[in-house]
């Protein structure tokens, strides 16, 4: 097949805990695949990657051939020759480089594959495909792991020199507790699930009571996802009860310091929480910001996203040229 027949263009969302696929054709969906992200290194991680990608041509009735090019949203430092280093959610990637595109370039036989930041290529999903196709100046803040964000100023996704829109790591404590970065009193601090539950070990060590570990037991998960800590507020469970409190708080201050600094027309927020957690929780967000803005009655809309799990998978495969 010639290149200038390959029609097809296949999105990853590279996470800690999944790694979500989509294949779209003429700008749509056309299949799709999710599987657990391997726990036993890079080599497995990439070849999961491959898979996946294979699984959702299949799914779309398509085959390698038919694949004009792949993107791929990863957390960590993302190098200019595609590969990602640093990524501490994602096994294997926590250190050195990865060589991503070219070892799924051998994997796939694509003609190009184009690696970004996982949260950027989420908001350009949303920006291209979903919630923030009405607007030119937006945030995109992916409450999940770790807590990520991208800008989209004067319609342009906003790069910087490669860290813009890391809102995570934006101050809301000074001497708060540790973040995954090794900082302290960030938003990512107090609003990302991996700190969550690294509060929680230690809380539940010292004999606090939860259900968190329970309900990640039966769910037969060795880590606390989003489902867990919404299940265990369907419980009234206290502990996740104060952690999504917490989360609340930090998230108005860092959000209500973005809006009082770049007047922005709509902030959306997603990701494995922001999803699972959906509207109840955005509109509390919304209430924190509000109380806290220069201009109160010029807020942004609070949205939530609309492709939902899939928005950094299609961002990623826009990203491509979808």
């Known amino acids: 097949m010639a290149d200038n027949e390959r029609s097809l263009y296949a999105g990853v969302d590279l996470g800690g805990t999944k790694i979500e696929t989509v294949v779209l054709k003429g700008g749509k969906v056309a ?8 726990r036993t290194g890079a080599e497995d991680v ?3 990657i491959a898979q996946s990608v294979r699984s959702a041509l299949e799914s779309a009735k398509a085959s390698a051939q038919d694949l004009a090019a792949v993107g791929v ?5 993302i190098g200019q020759d595609g590969s990602v280093g640093s990524a501490k959610n994602v096994p294997g990637f926590e ?10 370039t051998k994997k796939l036989g694509a003609n190009e594959i184009k690696v970004d930041n996982d949260v950027r290529v989420a908001v350009r999903g949303e920006w291209k495909r979903g919630a923030g196709r009405p607007y030119t100046d937006m945030l995109g803040v992916f409450v999940g792991t770790g807590v990520g964000g991208g800008l989209v100023l004067d319609n342009k996704l906003l790069l910087g020199r490669g860290a813009a829109g890391e809102i995570g790591h934006t101050l809301v404590r000074e001497g708060g507790r540790v973040c995954s970065c090794g900082m ?3 938003l990512e601090s107090y609003a990302g699930r991996g700190r969550m539950e690294a509060r929680a070990r230690h809380l539940h060590e010292r004999g606090e009571k939860t259900e968190l570990f329970e309900l990640m037991r039966k769910r037969g998960r060795d880590r606390i996802t989003s489902g867990v800590i919404h299940a265990a507020i369907e419980r009234d469970d206290k502990m996740a009860k104060k952690f999504i409190d917490e989360a609340v708080w930090a998230l108005g201050i860092a959000l209500a310091n973005a809006q009082n600094l770049l007047d922005l027309e709509a902030i959306i927020v997603g990701g494995g929480l922001g999803d699972r957690l959906g509207q109840p929780f955005v509109s509390r967000i919304e209430e ?4 806290r803005l220069f201009v109160p009655d010029k807020a942004p809309r609070f949205l939530t996203t609309e492709l939902g799990d899939l928005s950094g998978a299609v961002g990623a495969a826009v990203l491509a040229g979808g």
């Open 288 to 291: 924190a910001v509000r109380d």
């Open 95 to 104: 250190g050195a480089p990865v060589a991503v595109a070219s070892e799924l």
């Open 46 to 48: 990439i070849e999961a």
């Open 73 to 77: 949203g990863s957390p960590g430092v």
């Open 184 to 186: 302290e009193g960030h």
């Open 31 to 38: 299949g799709s695949d999710r599987v657990q992200t391997p």
